[in-house]
């Protein structure tokens, strides 16, 4: 009868044979960190050491002289490492997941930072994110290299390739150094038998040393835990992209006003009294008609650079407070607003200033989406948060849905570690409520 050939020797050669191959694969995946930091290390201590060589003192100036050169030669390995980490982790990362998914089906999906858009801000400079640039080309240059070298997951893979060099590179490499040492001492006749004790050895290791790689793997090769300060961090990062974009979008809405509003105005004025000034002796009347023309752009032109400036900043808001000034937009919406205040006395200005525009957002909406007939903004303080509640008897169904301007309070809140909460079902009534902490002043 014949042997069924799945489990007899030919299995088994190939299973050592492909064993001995992915062994190979993940030496040289793990290899890298230990082949900088060993020459480092050994060339490091042959220097370092060499300072005191000959030194005639104490013992405790002897221990103190060694202790200052281990700690030399540790650190002279470790920028070697950290030069090497950011220029490899990632590639051999990768491979390391491609050789977990088709050898053992652990498929680890990480996501790496994407290289963020930058803004041409209207001052003129180039915004990649973190800082300001005279020309677009740096500006995306400087975006790639943070996006690739500050990356978190490329750090984590960089702990990776440390956590290997120890434990995946030992354990991989014993059967290839197992065989090759083994043929060597084999070809020894007196140790002869140890040789071919220690080829057997390493060819019976071989199907199972490389997979070490499924619990390490596991357990770093995936994607960068989420700490909660990693969160905080991503949070952050988050809140600065959007409130640099408003920033560009607010600096182009004041130059677009100025460019095409009181600019204008103010150029035609200047047309206008040179054509008087020409005028004024031969023709008296129409000089006075083109300066009482003159005069009525001047009361147009102001009257737009002061629309503008309230929407800067609201001078009722920086004179009388939030209070007052809530009361001053409630008189001026087109559905009727009660407001009414428990706030003993004044926040801080930017917080002030952000409460006051998160309102003003929530009753332009309830103005053009909820058919609301009466709102009531109310204004609390208690446990150190300041807390501003907008509730109409509008329709209902208002949610924080991306670009919508209820995310933007969302974001522009988070920036002062506040928060936004909607109540608002379907058929209504609405409840929406922007809290932040502060102190009064």
């Known amino acids: 009868m014949r042997r069924d050939q799945g489990t007899g020797p030919l299995r088994w050669g190939a299973e050592i044979g492909l064993g001995l191959y992915r062994s190979a694969v993940l030496t040289a995946l793990t290899c890298v960190m230990a082949l900088v930091?060993?020459?480092?290390?050994?060339?490091?201590?042959?220097?370092?050491?060499?300072?005191?060589?000959?030194?005639?003192?104490?013992?405790?100036?002897?221990?103190?002289?060694?202790?200052?050169?281990?700690?030399?030669?540790?650190?002279?390995?470790?920028?070697?490492?950290?030069?090497?980490?950011?220029?490899t982790s990632r590639a051999l990362a990768k491979a390391a997941r491609r050789?977990?998914?088709?050898?053992?089906?652990?498929?680890?999906?990480?996501?790496?930072?994407?290289?963020?858009?930058?803004?041409?801000?209207?001052?003129?400079?180039?915004?990649?994110?973190?800082?300001?640039?005279?020309?677009?080309?740096?500006?995306?240059?400087?975006?790639?290299?943070?996006?690739?070298?500050?990356?978190?997951?490329?750090?984590?893979?960089?702990?990776?390739?440390?956590?290997?060099?120890?434990?995946?590179?030992?354990?991989?490499?014993?059967?290839?150094?197992?065989?090759?040492?083994?043929?060597?001492?084999?070809?020894?006749?007196?140790?002869?038998?140890?040789?071919?004790?220690?080829?057997?050895?390493?060819?019976?290791?071989?199907?199972?040393?490389?997979?070490?790689?499924?619990?390490?793997?596991?357990?770093?090769?995936?994607?960068?835990?989420?700490?909660?300060?990693?969160?905080?961090?991503?949070?952050?990062?988050?809140?600065?992209?959007?409130?640099?974009?408003?920033?560009?979008?607010?600096?182009?809405?004041?130059?677009?006003?100025?460019?095409?509003?009181?600019?204008?105005?103010?150029?035609?004025?200047g047309m206008s009294m040179g054509a008087a000034e020409r005028l004024v002796d031969t023709n008296p009347e129409a000089a006075k008609a083109i300066l009482a023309e003159a005069r009525a752009t001047s009361v147009t032109a102001l009257a737009e650079l002061r629309s503008l400036v309230r929407g800067i900043n609201p001078p009722v808001l920086a004179e009388r407070g939030l209070v007052d000034a809530l009361r001053a937009l409630a008189l001026d919406s087109s559905v009727s607003v009660d407001v009414f205040s428990q706030v003993p006395s004044r926040p801080e200005r930017p917080l002030e200033s952000a409460v006051y525009f998160s309102v003003a957002e929530l009753l332009a909406n309830v103005a053009k989406h909820s058919r609301a007939e009466r709102v009531k903004v109310e204004l609390t303080y208690a446990a150190r948060t300041l807390t501003a509640t907008v509730s109409d008897d509008g329709i209902g169904g208002a949610a924080a849905s991306t670009g919508s301007g209820l995310s933007g309070i969302e974001r522009r809140m988070a920036a002062f570690g506040g928060r936004l909460e909607i109540d608002s079902p379907a058929g209504g009534p609405t409840h929406i409520t922007v809290a932040v902490p502060c102190e009064l002043s």
């Open 99 to 269: 050789c977990a998914a088709a050898w053992l089906g652990l498929d680890l999906q990480v996501t790496y930072r994407q290289v963020p858009p930058v803004t041409r801000m209207a001052t003129g400079f180039w915004w990649d994110g973190h800082e300001y640039h005279k020309s677009e080309r740096e500006a995306r240059r400087r975006a790639r290299m943070q996006a690739r070298f500050h990356d978190p997951q490329l750090h984590w893979d960089g702990l990776w390739a440390l956590v290997a060099t120890v434990t995946v590179l030992p354990v991989a490499a014993l059967p290839l150094l197992a065989v090759g040492y083994g043929c060597y001492m084999a070809l020894t006749p007196e140790v002869t038998g140890y040789g071919i004790a220690v080829v057997v050895a390493g060819l019976a290791g071989a199907p199972f040393a490389w997979r070490i790689l499924l619990p390490v793997g596991r357990r770093f090769l995936g994607p960068v835990p989420s700490t909660r300060l990693g969160r905080r961090v991503e949070e952050l990062e988050a809140i600065r992209a959007d409130l640099t974009h408003t920033q560009a979008v607010e600096l182009e809405r004041i130059e677009r006003g100025l460019h095409d509003g009181a600019q204008a105005r103010l150029v035609a004025m």
């Open 37 to 87: 930091a060993v020459p480092v290390g050994v060339g490091g201590s042959a220097l370092a050491y060499s300072w005191s060589d000959g030194l005639s003192a104490p013992f405790a100036v002897s221990a103190l002289a060694t202790l200052g050169e281990t700690l030399m030669v540790i650190l002279w390995v470790a920028v070697s490492l950290w030069v090497v980490h950011p220029l």
